[in-house]
Each structure stands twice: as structure tokens, then as C-alpha cells.
């Protein structure tokens, strides 16, 4: 927004943007409201900043996955595993 | 060779045929994941242990019955959202996703949500940027990849996470941790898209708002 001494007329506000960060992301936005997020994207360096911040969140959270895996208490497995071989014995 | 239990066609029949290696493996995929999700629905740590116990038996018991309509991983999902829901209500401890509309619009709930503090733009009168930044955000990128991508930034995440009301967890859990489409969500938890939306939009920006504090201490 430097330079310019005050917004287009139909520009959106940037606290109207951020509450749509996630509708827009999902694709759910009509036509028109997708064009005005993506015209007010175009004039502010600072909902860029929170598109990229958006997509950092995504990444990060996305990494949380790995934790859980193999990280289960092996009384656990066992009890459940025996649970499944009866159930199933396997064939001879 | 071993078997790819990753693929979903493998690993039904080799459950089927009783292959205690692919239960071992399925089991050790999910048993947290599942534990954690149903603890949002129920009351206690053991009430969770014994719903994810009997999810656990229900699969066994169901396997031969599974179509391959959903994944198999939406399939278990499916069975202990619906065995959490119904100890949850036995025990009146239900998540109560259909309250969110009132909350997203600030009519009681949680009270007003902002993605951001309000102070950080300019007041609705200022002559020529209203509703504009005050005070934008600093770009993450000028952070050493080495801090964006060290375990202490993913602790912080989920910490952020932890923090959250149990409805927002839930979804922000399914959607960007385990990787459930919305549809699947909706479905899963019995909430309208819009809900979904809402629920997730506040999830990601309370994580959001957590980082910026952890990266730039001078935000309040």
C-alpha cells in the first residue's frame, strides 16, 4: 500500500482478509469474494505475509504426523495382537 | 518381499488371512492417533483406552465386512468417532460441534474471535486505510530454516494444538495431521462444512498466533 494515499474502492480491508485466509484456501469462496481476496493480495505485502504464515502453519502441523507412529506402549500392542490371533489363527 | 501395508488392498487381506505382522503394523499406525482423538470425547483416560480397545475389536471382528467403500483408515476412524460419541453422551461429555455458529459470529460460545488482535489495524474511522494493517506481520522466511524446521518450532505447534478447545483440536487434527479430506471430517464428526470450516480457521490461527509469539517475542 506505500505510495498510494488510499485504497481502490472496492479493495477488502485486510482485517475482512485474514478471517477468510481458510475459505479461500479451501476453495470455497464464489467468484466474487475469490476475486476481491485475490485483487487486495496483489496491493498488500502484509496478507502475502499471512497467506505465507497460513501455508508455514499447514507444513508444520503436517510434520506431527511422524510422532505418533511406532510410539506405542508394548503391553498395549501385545494385548491387542494376542486379541487378533485368536481371532484369526492363522492357517496351518 | 515385505508387504506394503501402506497399500490399502494388501493390507485387508493380509488381515483377513490373520497376518499378525499387518495387525502389528495397523495398530502401531493408529492406536495413539485414535487414543488421543477419543480422549476429546470422553471423560477419562481409561473411558478413551477402553473405546479404542473395543475399535480395535470391532475391526477385528469386521475386517471380513469392510467394502473398500471408504479407506480403510477412514473406516476405523468411523467406528471409534461413533464409539466416542456414544460413551460421550452416556457420560454427557460430547463435544459440542453444533454450537460453533453462535460462537464464530460472537453470539456467546467462546466469546468474540479475532484471527488476529484488532489493535493490529487501523480503527474503522481513519481517513485513509481503515480495517488496513497497523502493525502487519514480519515474514517467517527471514527466520533461519534452521529455527522453521528445528523440533523446537514443532513442539511449539503442538503445544499450540494441546492448548486449543477440544473441537478445534479435533479438526485441526484430522485435517492437517492425519490428512482427512473436509467432506471425511464432516461426515466423521456430524458437523456442516460451514462448522468445519470455522472450527479449522480458528485451529490454524491460534497456531498461527503462537509461532508469531515463539518467532517475534515483541508481538504480544
Redesign the interface.
Known sequence: MAGATSPPADDLPCNQFVELVTDYLEGVLDSEWRHLVEGHLEICSGCRTVLAQWHEVLVLTGHLDEHDIDDLDPAVRHQLVTAFCRAYPPAP | MADDFSNDEVLVRQ??????AA??WL???Y???LR?LALDFVATPAVADEVV?DT??AV??GIDRFEGRSSLKTWIYRILMNKAKTRGVREKRTVPFSSVRGAATGAGGDGEF???D?DR?RPPDDP??????SS??????EQPVER?EAAE??AQ??SA?GALPANQRTV?TLR????FG?DEVCDLLGVS?GNQ?VL??RA?AA??RH??MFFDPAVS
Open positions: 488381515l483377513r488371512r490373520g497376518d499378525e495387525f502389528t495398530v502401531g499406525r492406536d495413539r492417533a488421543r480397545g480395535w475389536l477385528i471382528e479475532a484471527t488476529f484488532p489495524f485513509d486505510w481503515p480495517g488496513h494493517w502487519p506481520p514480519t515474514p517467517w522466511q522453521l518450532t514443532l505447534v503442538q494444538i485441526i492437517d495431521i492425519r490428512g473436509s462444512a470450516r479449522l480457521h490454524r497456531v498461527r509461532l508469531e
